[in-house]
């Protein structure tokens, strides 16, 4: 439905991710996955749109929200990699690691592992 009709849709689903219900946010997600390499070829703000979703995605701790979180980055990596990279770790003491390690998936390793130490630092400065 959001590759067929577009913008209008994106936005409407996108409003789910402030939703109370766990799958509801965790849904703000999943239909973009596909879509997120595209990037903005999909509509101009496309990358915006699904950079916010999963900033406030990312706020709840729960596994599926951070899993779904982190697919949609881990695609859309493939079109904005600077941005997501930014995005991650603008972020990273809210990401489980389970989160993080979808979302850097496709990165080089040397990027997963200095965004995993970046985590682990900050976390460790949390305590």
Not at 13 to 29: D, F, P, V
Request: glycine share 4%; hydrophobic share 40%; aromatic share 10%.
């Amino acid at each position: 439905m959001v590759k067929n009709e577009g913008e209008i849709y994106a936005r409407a689903i996108a409003r789910w991710q402030n939703a109370e219900n766990l799958w509801q946010r965790h849904a703000s997600c999943i239909p973009f996955v596909s879509l997120a390499k595209s990037g903005d070829t999909n509509f101009p703000g496309f990358t915006d749109l699904m950079l916010e979703i999963c900033q406030t995605v990312m706020q709840s701790p729960e596994r599926f929200s951070q899993t779904a979180a982190g697919w949609l980055l881990r695609e859309l990596w493939l079109a904005a990699p600077e941005r997501v990279v930014a995005s991650i770790e603008a972020q990273i003491s809210q990401f489980s690691s389970e989160g993080l390690r979808y979302a850097t998936e496709k990165m080089p390793r040397t990027e997963q592992l200095r965004l995993r130490s970046l985590r682990k630092t900050t976390l460790a400065n949390f305590r």
